[in-house]
């Protein structure tokens, strides 16, 4: 008789042998390095001290910061495209180094531009160092050969790659789920560049056409911070700490490059393709322009005081789960419990971590509870279908146990700070004619790093989704940051944030996320009325089968969502004239939910245990 439990087993041993026998060892790192290192280019395009650096306006006024003014300088960057301009001319305007941290870099138009200036910056003498999750990035042996040969000033590292190789098969894809399912989900969510070890850009943005207003026909609101002063040498150590930490492995040590390197292919440069040259080529000249550097990205910018950087270590799962180690999480939890009138929190996906939990219930059973305003993506707006489902079965929890306000952005809304071409600022007719256009020109939009689509709407566009992560306390304590304040946050993903106790910026933050929940822009997420008959069992079965881990089955859901009428002004679904002023429209408005309907039902029924993996 076959032993299928035994086999199970050895295949498991086998797999787990495998995967501490794939990743480099030190030794192999050390011989990948001596290999590139005789081959790497060393010449320098520049001879000068300054490395030929680009004089930036923001680095001088960091360089003379007012005398009797705190002394932190912090610009919101709400456009993508800003987003995108800014990284350039601070890259261009680099002397000394540059290191860049990203949860995913791929090389479409977006990329490429970066990869560009980040290959003229290591020419010109900047010591340029670039680390990236390897399960969403740059998966290709022969383009990361040629980059390892690239230059000495340039080093890429990928983060906790998978059985020691840049790209994962379908079959390691599985094999790295079923043999160590902690290890391969563990992923560097963290986002940061830093120039010279004095200014920094960190926040939601990773590097990819959709984070900068380049996609096709979906992109994200997001939202980054640049920021200037003492607290960049924080973020210096924190990126230290990555760099030496033995998951971040040198490209030409990984074990698919190392091949391509050893069969001593042509050190021609391949170039990836591009979509959209015209458009690189308007943000490259007006990152040399002083004065749009000033305009769109210093000018809004304000002095502050009191500013914390913190980030997680580099091997958050697999120690002792020690207070350090859990930190960036349980501070964010203590900003909630210090709160006295107000939290206005912007997150993706509105899923939260047992520990988040009870703050918030703790929160709601004060006797005077804060006021708790949420902005989050709608099924409609956002890329992460099964996400969405999760939230959608605890949306009773989250108005009637916590006190939310909820408000999900629409897909098409009024007002977002999106631009499809420089200088283009929002407008709906305009980009519904671009996202058509650009379908016929490009095809779809998934292009690489694997990322999940959104689904079908009802109607035609250039969609929008957030992904911006940020929290506002009594109008006094500002953050912006890489957490999603979701269970893959507190215990699988590393992540950072940056903490601004000044009262100016966090209004202005507010203000900001406030505008993405006016009733032209979100759906406001209320109770059903009251049926007439057996109202009471609905409500009783429905929180009886929410409670359940499995076979959530009530169809009747507690909530919906809402739109303002025409003749009316926004009030809080608590009013009694709620109702009057409100129309529902649905538990999905404007998708095209097809058979993704079942999908979402079946998931919210069966998938409660997925939450801190999703």
């Not at 920094?200 to 920021?227: C, E, K, M, P, S």
């Not at 929160?363 to 279908?385: C, G, H, K, M, Y």
Request: aromatic letters at 8%; a positive charge; proline letters at 6%.
């Amino acid at each position: 008789m076959i032993d299928h439990q035994g086999s199970a087993r050895g295949f498991l041993c086998m797999l787990l042998i495998s995967l501490s026998a794939c990743m480099p060892s030190r030794r192999d790192i050390r011989e990948a390095q001596a290999l590139v290192a005789a081959e790497q280019e060393t010449q320098l395009t520049c001879q000068r001290e300054d490395r030929c650096a680009l004089p930036s306006p923001l680095l001088q006024a960091l360089e003379s910061p007012p005398k009797e003014q705190p002394a932190h300088f912090v610009s919101l960057i709400e456009y993508g495209q800003d987003a995108l301009l800014a990284r350039v001319h601070l890259i261009r305007a680099a002397r000394r180094s540059v290191d860049l941290q990203s949860f995913i870099f791929t090389e479409d138009d977006s990329g490429t531009l970066l990869m560009r200036e980040l290959i003229a910056a290591a020419r010109r003498g900047v010591k340029v160092r670039v680390l990236v999750d390897q399960l969403f990035s740059a998966d290709d042996p022969s383009r990361l050969a040629q980059l390892s040969l690239l230059h000495r000033n340039l080093e890429i590292q990928l983060y906790n790659p998978t059985f020691g190789e840049a790209e994962t098969g379908k079959l390691q894809f599985v094999a790295g789920i079923v043999c160590c399912f902690t290890r391969f989900n563990q992923r560097m969510h963290n986002k940061l560049l830093l120039i010279d070890g004095v200014v920094a850009i960190t926040g939601g943005r990773n590097v990819q056409n959709r984070y900068f207003d380049w996609g096709n026909d979906y992109n994200y609101r997001d939202r980054d911070l640049l920021i200037g002063g003492p607290v960049a040498k924080d973020m210096q150590r924190s990126f230290e700490q990555f760099w030496a930490h033995r998951l971040s492995v040198p490209t030409a040590a990984l074990r698919d490059v190392y091949r391509e390197l050893r069969r001593g292919r042509p050190l021609d440069l391949r170039q990836p393709e591009l979509q959209r040259a015209d458009r690189m080529l308007d943000i490259s000249a007006m990152a040399d322009s002083a004065t749009v550097v000033r305009d769109r990205l210093q000018r809004q910018g304000l002095w502050v005081g009191a500013v914390e950087f913190h980030s997680d270590q580099p091997n958050k799962p697999f120690e002792r789960r020690t207070e350090a180690e859990l930190e960036v999480s349980a501070r964010l939890r203590r900003l909630l419990a210090d709160s006295r009138q107000s939290v206005v929190l912007q997150t993706p996906y509105l899923v939260f971590s047992k520990e988040a939990r009870r703050q918030f219930r703790r929160l709601q059973q004060r006797d005077d509870p804060p006021e708790i305003t949420i902005s989050t993506n709608s099924l409609a707006a956002t890329d992460a279908f099964p996400v969405y489902a999760l939230s959608h079965k605890y949306k009773r929890r989250y108005l009637r146990e916590f006190g939310f306000q909820i408000f999900e952005y629409k897909p098409f809304p009024a007002y977002a700070p999106i631009e499809v071409e420089a200088g283009r600022p929002f407008d709906a007719e305009v980009l519904g004619a671009y996202a058509t256009e650009s379908r016929r020109v490009f095809g779809s939009s998934r292009g690489p790093g694997r990322q999940r689509g959104p689904l079908a709407l009802r109607q035609a566009g250039m969609r929008v989704g957030l992904h911006a992560k940020s929290m506002v306390v009594d109008n006094e304590v500002a953050v912006v940051g890489t957490h999603n304040f979701d269970p893959r946050s507190d215990q699988l993903n590393t992540e950072s944030f940056v903490l601004i106790r000044d009262a100016e910026f966090a209004r202005l933050l507010q203000r900001v996320i406030l505008r993405d929940t006016a009733p032209e822009n979100a759906w406001t997420i209320a109770p059903r009325p009251k049926p007439r008959v057996l109202s009471g069992l609905n409500y009783s079965l429905g929180k009886v089968s929410e409670a359940l881990p499995v076979f959530d089955i009530w169809p009747w859901r507690y909530a919906t969502s809402w739109e303002l009428k025409p003749d009316c002004q926004p009030i809080p679904y608590r009013d009694p004239r709620f109702y009057d002023c409100y129309v529902a429209v649905g538990d999905f408005p404007e998708v095209e939910l097809g058979g993704k309907s079942l999908s979402t039902r079946i998931l919210t029924a069966f998938g409660a245990g997925l939450s801190p993996i999703l």
